[in-house]
Each structure stands twice: as C-alpha cells, then as structure tokens.
T-cell receptor, first 110, second 112 residues
Framework: QKEVEQNSGPLSVPEGAIASLNCTYS??????FFWYRQYSGKSPELIMFIYSNGDKEDGRFTAQLNKASQYVSLLIRDSQPSDSATYLC??????????FGTGTSLTVIP | DAGVTQSPTHLIKTRGQQVTLRCSPKSGHDTVSWYQQALGQGPQFIFQ???????QRGNFPDRFSGHQFPNYSSELNVNALLLGDSALYLC???????????FGPGTRLLVL
C-alpha cells in the first residue's frame, strides 16, 4: 500500500508570512510529485509539480523535494488570505496513478 | 480553451440504484482518470481510460465501471449504490503519457 502522509492541520499563519506544508511518502520508487490547492466545496487545482531533488520556484510558491528522505514540501511566501485552502500532496510512480494525502488545511489570518 | 467539464454537478440517489456520471476532458487531452473524494479525505483513484480502454484501476469493486468514447469523453457507472458511495467524484484529464492532470469541477453524489 503506497502511503502519502500530510499533517491535517489546521495550519494558521499571519498575512505576509511564509507557510510551510510538508508531505512524506512511503514508496521509494515514486517519481513525480504534485501540489494541488482545493478550496472548500471545489475541485483540486494544480499549483506545481517537481520531479528532481532540490527546489523549484514558481512565483510565491517553492516546492522542495528530497528523495533520500522521501519528503516533499511546499513553501508559500507572502501568504495572502486568498491562499486559505486545503493543500493536497500527490505522488506517482510513473504509472499515472496518483496517490493523494489527506491534505493540510491552511488559514491565512489578515 | 475549454477545461474539464463534468455533469451533473449534484445528484441524489437511493441505495441499490445505479448512477452514471459524465466527463469531457480538457481540449487536446486524451486520457481521463476518475477519483472518489470522501469528506475530509484526499481523492482516491478509481481508474484511468486511454484509447477507449481501462489502462489502470485502483482498489474499487466491480460495481464501479467506466467507458471512454472516441471523442475522449468518459462515463463512470456505479451499480448497487451504497451509503458509503456518497462522495465528490472527480474527473481529471491529461495528455498521453504525461502525468500532469487537471481536474474538473466534480459531481457531488449523495446516496440516501
């Protein structure tokens, strides 16, 4: 059973701060890693993906991957109230089947 | 550029009934995956369709079946509905072997 673990939160940060979301996975063969944002009552929205060890930046978002530690994280800089949502980590093993975590609820306090 | 669309948006059924959910992929995409998302949980993979065939299947019973049409749209059928089938059903599309998937708005199913 491939597992993806996330802290369910809720995680609260003040507006303008850095929010750090973490995810661990059990399958060492996992190859691709995705972060989705899901607003309450809506469907998941792709934020970014990362394949290689290290950091990948896209605007205010930075994904970090450490395959040796089986760990992937998402940093949100200059957090805004509109970032308040549930963040889902997803992992694939190259077979197009996504394994999702249960998500971390983030609240950005104005 | 049309995104992923799903219908209906909401559905109420009773136990034992059958339901069909529909999905049209994003323009240019040819692969459709279906997910079930229970309240407070992450999406769970049901199956994926490519070239009108089921390419991969998750840990769901045979009551869950699907189909893909030549225009790449897809249907999810669930027979003999159980109360536990109540969930948000999500369709995601992608192109060929690419892993990046984009989700539709979902169909919220309530089984009474």
């Amino acid at each position: 059973q491939k597992e993806v673990e996330q802290n369910s939160g809720p995680l609260s940060v003040p507006e303008g701060a850095i929010a750090s979301l973490n995810c661990t996975y059990s399958d060492r063969g996992s190859q691709s890693f995705f972060w989705y944002r899901q607003y309450s009552g809506k469907s998941p929205e792709l934020i970014m993906f990362i394949y290689s060890n290290g950091d990948k930046e896209d605007g205010r978002f930075t994904a970090q991957l450490n395959k040796a530690s089986q760990y992937v994280s998402l940093l949100i800089r200059d957090s805004q109230p509109s970032d308040s949502a549930t963040y889902l980590c997803a992992v694939t093993g190259g077979g197009n089947q996504f394994y999702f975590g249960t998500g971390t609820s983030l609240t950005v306090i104005p | 550029d049309a995104g992923v669309t799903q219908s209906p948006t909401h559905l109420i059924k009773t136990r034992g009934q059958q339901v069909t959910l529909r999905c049209s992929p994003k323009s240019g995409h040819d692969t459709v995956s279906w997910y079930q998302q229970a309240l407070g949980q992450g999406p769970q993979f049901i199956f994926q369709y490519y070239e009108e065939e089921e390419r991969q299947r998750g840990n769901f019973p045979d009551r869950f079946s699907g189909h893909q049409f030549p225009n790449y749209s897809s249907e999810l059928n669930v027979n003999a509905l159980l109360l536990g089938d109540s969930a948000l059903y999500l369709c995601a599309s992608s192109y060929g072997g690419q892993e990046t998937q984009y989700f539709g708005p979902g169909t919220r199913l309530l089984v009474l």
